[in-house]
Structures are given as structure tokens and as C-alpha cells.
């Protein structure tokens, strides 16, 4: 079955860096545009960042220049190098497939500390 598994959440000050990862398995990854996005409490969840089987990439504005979204199709993985962090990153990360119908990590928390 489809499966998306994140790491790599945690408690991080103002300014420093997370890497997120997510093992994809269940589905040929390797065809498949991949997303990261993220909810705060009390808002909406939002798309933060996309990439595609080729590799091309797309982020919300709130994020461009800071986060990087990249794959590796050889260990089916998707990652998020977010850098520059600021409390208004807080908020809990999902990697998300769509296969005809989405499917959706269990999520990870980030919280970022001013």
C-alpha cells in the first residue's frame, strides 16, 4: 500500500535550518510530482513546495529563496532543506502524493523559537 513517511521535524531557533525527509513507498515514485505542505494552528494547510519527475521546481512565496525542495528517486525520498527559518514556519509538515486520489504523510512537527 502507499505509504509517506516524514523525518526530521523538531525545535529549531530563529534563523537556523531543518532538513525534512519523506520515504515514499507503495507507488512507482519516480513518475510522480511530489509536494510538501504545511498547517498552522488555526489555519489552512498550504502548499509550500512542488517538484516534478524531471526535477522542476515551484515554492509559495513566503518560502522562495529560503527552502529547497529536491528528490532522489534511487532511495524514493523527497526532501525539504528549509533554511532562514522564522516563527511564522511553525507548523506541521506533510509530504503529499497524488495518485488519482491524495495521500498524505502522518506529519512532523516544525517549531521555530524566536
Known amino acids: 500500500q502507499v505509504q509517506l513517511v516524514e523525518s526530521g521535524g523538531g525545535l529549531v531557533q530563529a534563523g537556523g535550518s531543518l532538513r525534512l525527509s519523506c520515504a515514499a513507498s507503495?507507488?512507482?515514485?519516480?513518475?510522480?510530482?511530489m509536494h510538501w505542505h504545511r498547517q498552522a494552528p488555526g489555519k489552512q494547510r498550504e502548499l509550500v513546495a512542488t517538484?516534478?519527475?524531471?526535477?522542476?521546481?515551484n515554492y509559495a512565496g513566503s518560502v522562495k529563496g529560503r527552502f529547497t525542495i529536491s528528490r532522489d528517486n534511487a532511495k524514493n525520498t523527497v526532501s525539504l532543506q528549509m533554511n532562514s527559518l522564522k516563527p511564522e514556519d511553525t507548523a506541521v509538515y506533510y509530504c503529499?502524493?497524488?495518485?488519482?486520489?491524495?495521500?498524505w504523510g502522518q506529519g512532523t512537527q516544525v517549531t521555530v523559537s524566536s
Open positions: 507503495g507507488f512507482i515514485f519516480n513518475i510522480r510530482t
Open positions: 517538484i516534478t519527475s524531471d526535477g522542476t521546481t
Open positions: 503529499h502524493a497524488n495518485l488519482g486520489r491524495a495521500f
